[in-house]
T-cell receptor, first 114, second 116 residues
Framework: GNSVTQMEGPVTLSEEAFLTINCTYT??????LFWYVQYPGEGLQLLLK?????DKGSNKGFEATYRKETTSFHLEKGSVQVSDSAVYFC?????????????FGEGTQLTVNP | GAGVSQSPSNKVTEKGKDVELRCDPI?????LYWYRQSLGQGLEFLIY????????KSGLPSDRFSAERTGGSVSTLTIQRTQQEDSAVYLC??????????????FGPGTRLTVL
């Protein structure tokens, strides 16, 4: 079956620190990969995505590269801000199956302190 | 434009009662998904609708759960004889479904269900 594993949280950083949230996946097929973010009191929002190997998704200073050889999609940001405090979810969907149902990781709570 | 909306935002019910949760997808989105977010299970897929096709119900946890989508737009998730383990945030998402697997799903704010 399909699964996504994220690094365990919570993660606490100081403002301007470097962020990495690890994500690895197992998939029967060729998945698309996503990072969703859930800010306090808000719904899930797409942060970035990559649909094929070696693609890099980027948005709001965040980046993640689709690594097929290591089945990974790690999220990085060079300098975090207090406003980045949120829960981050890595997810995959499989091309060719019925629909594009998402399989999510457990989520990683990020807190950025000033 | 308007995003995905869900109602109610919060629902408190007593064990054994039935509840209905509503989702209004983004206009023109043919694909609609229900997910459940709970402390013990994380984010789980429940059911998927695509146009007028038969829904994919493979994620529904029991036969107490059902959903329908009328006219290819609004969807209702019904939970019969609610149990305490049904307490969770129920999320709805929609997408254009132009290309399977790569579509972006847009999520609503969710309905927080509490079963006492």
């Amino acid at each position: 079956g399909n699964s996504v594993t994220q690094m365990e949280g919570p993660v606490t950083l100081s403002e301007e620190a470097f962020l990495t949230i690890n994500c690895t996946y197992t998939a029967t097929g060729y998945p698309s990969l996503f990072w969703y973010v859930q800010y306090p009191g808000e719904g899930l929002q797409l942060l970035l995505k990559a649909t094929k190997a070696d693609d890099k998704g980027s948005n709001k200073g965040f980046e993640a590269t689709y690594r097929k050889e290591t089945t990974s999609f790690h999220l990085e940001k060079g300098s975090v801000q207090v406003s980045d405090s949120a829960v981050y979810f890595c997810a995959l969907s499989i091309t060719g199956t019925s629909g594009s149902r998402l399989t999510f990781g457990e989520g990683t709570q990020l807190t950025v302190n000033p | 434009g308007a995003g995905v909306s869900q109602s109610p935002s919060n629902k408190v019910t007593e064990k054994g009662k039935d509840v209905e949760l509503r989702c209004d997808p983004i206009s023109g989105h043919t694909a609609l998904y229900w997910y459940r977010q709970s402390l013990g299970q994380g984010l789980e897929f429940l059911i998927y609708f695509q146009g007028n096709s038969a829904p994919d119900k493979s994620g529904l946890p029991s036969d107490r759960f059902s959903a329908e989508r009328t006219g290819g737009s609004v969807s209702t998730l019904t939970i019969q004889r609610t149990q305490q383990e049904d307490s969770a945030v129920y999320l709805c998402a929609s997408s254009l479904q132009l290309a399977k697997g790569t579509d972006t799903q847009y999520f609503g704010p969710g309905t927080r269900l509490t079963v006492l």
